[in-house]
C-alpha cells in the first residue's frame, strides 16, 4: 500500500512534491517503488488529472 501512494506522488504530483516524498523516504525507496512500477498506467495529463481533483471535468474517453 505504501508503494501505491508513493507512485502515485511521483505520477501526479509536481517536482517539490517528489522532492519532498525524496526527503521522506529517501531516493532508494522511490528506485525501488520505480523498478516495480505499472507502464501506462496514467490517465490523461496532469493538468487534466489535477483539474479533475479540484472538481474540473475528466476528459470523454470514449
Known amino acids: ?3 501505491q501512494v508513493i507512485a502515485q506522488v511521483m505520477n501526479i504530483g ?3 512534491d517528489v522532492q ?3 526527503a ?3 531516493d532508494e525507496i522511490l528506485r525501488e ?3 516495480h ?3 501506462g498506467n496514467s490517465c490523461g495529463s ?3 488529472r489535477r483539474a ?3 472538481g474540473g471535468q475528466w476528459p470523454s474517453v470514449l
Open 20 to 22: 519532498l516524498l525524496a
Open 37 to 39: 512500477a505499472e507502464a
Open 24 to 26: 521522506q523516504v529517501g
Open 52 to 54: 479533475a481533483s479540484v
Open 46 to 48: 496532469a493538468e487534466q
Open 14 to 16: 509536481d517536482y517539490s
Open 1 to 3: 500500500m505504501p508503494e
Open 33 to 35: 517503488v520505480l523498478k
